[in-house]
């Protein structure tokens, strides 16, 4: 089973009933069925707007990278404007610094105070794997945003887009755009981010192993580092390489803009380009159709201000209201979409 099939059946067993809504689940009751469960119950009252109305006072701890590009920007803005539409919520955050060290001694402060719960985005999630298990043991929940910590005991809630996804998204528009132009033995190229995350490696693998399915490859692969310097570097490099490409996929929209930059530069305009993220920059590229820019994959730091209204539920002790259970799940991997001209309007406010 590969790691992507892995995710779906994972995503099924959580949200399962979430099909159900409040509303279906009490008109299901007929005189010859059983009373609704207390879960059921709770689900119906909750999807009321029970959820929403001021509850118990929650102080929530967030920390994330400092805001080098514009995807981690969105994320730390997304959760203090999050927070900030709960009366209910005080929200401290604290510095990252410039690496997981740094951000570890934050944390321990942060920890020292004692919030209801904590949401981390991590430098690296391998490296604060001791901090996420330090928390937990002090009755402290932890929800990790984005960057994975490897030990489930580290977090009461994992929150992350699917990295896998993206990769599958991306060939998959790439492959299917060839095959209706007639192109064989196409050029393919990737510019990924920086290598030695994870959540790269995950990215690459599935748009490895789509590119495979369709009977296709990579012909070249320059990382760079989620940067616009990094990526008008690894695009120059990549088309210096290459002098005829097919089709080109760039993991991150903020190091797409050097991308675009290096492409403007040559001047080449024989192959079509997939982001990565969904910036707004990169969505208004897409509808204007004036680059080789015609599609991106999304990973949408809408996943910070989720990570907190999850965050408040988890300190309140209550379920999300769409679901029977009575608690948050364990873990939610957020689908990867493909925007293009047809539908870039309707993702226009989920940008950043």
Request: net charge neutral; with cysteine; proline share 4%.
């Amino acid at each position: 089973m590969t790691q992507h099939s892995r995710d779906l059946s994972r995503r099924r067993l959580l949200f399962g009933g979430a099909a159900l809504g409040a509303g279906a689940l009490l008109t299901a009751c007929t005189s010859n069925e059983a009373a609704p469960t207390a879960a059921q119950t709770k689900a119906a009252e909750t999807a009321t707007g029970g959820n929403a109305a001021p509850g118990k006072k929650v102080t929530i701890g967030f920390s994330a990278p400092a805001a080098d590009h514009g995807w981690i920007a969105a994320i730390t803005n997304n959760a203090k404007a999050q927070a900030g539409a709960y009366s209910d919520v005080e929200f401290k955050s604290v510095e990252a610094g410039a690496d997981a060290a740094a951000q570890r001694a934050a944390l321990s402060t942060l920890l020292s105070q004692k919030p209801d719960v904590i949401v981390l985005l991590p430098h690296d999630g391998k490296e604060l794997n001791a901090f996420g298990l330090e928390a937990m043991k002090a009755g402290i929940p932890v929800v990790n945003l984005d960057r994975a910590f490897p030990d489930a005991r580290a977090y009461r809630l994992q929150i992350k887009g699917d990295n896998y996804g993206m990769g599958v998204a991306a060939a998959t528009y790439i492959a299917e755009q060839l095959k209706a132009k007639g192109v064989s033995n196409p050029v393919i190229g990737e510019i990924p981010g920086i290598d030695s995350l994870e959540l790269t490696q995950e990215r690459s693998k599935g748009f490895a192993d789509t590119l495979a399915s369709y009977g296709l490859k990579v012909a070249n692969r320059r990382p760079a580092e989620f940067t616009a310097d990094s990526g008008q570097q690894a695009a120059t490099g990549l088309l210096q390489a290459l002098p005829k490409i097919d089709a080109l996929w760039n993991h991150d929209d903020d190091q797409g803009i050097g991308v675009l930059a290096a492409v403007n530069q040559t001047g080449r305009k024989e192959f079509f380009m997939v982001g990565g993220a969904g910036s707004k920059k990169a969505m208004e590229d897409i509808q204007a159709d004036n680059t080789v820019l015609k599609a991106t994959v999304t990973y949408s730091p809408s996943m910070a201000s989720s990570a907190i209204s999850l965050a408040r539920l988890i300190g309140q002790g209550k379920g999300m209201s769409d679901l029977v259970e009575l608690q948050v799940p364990k873990e939610i991997v957020l689908a990867s979409e493909t925007i293009t001209k047809e539908n870039a309007s309707n993702y226009l406010k989920l940008g950043f």
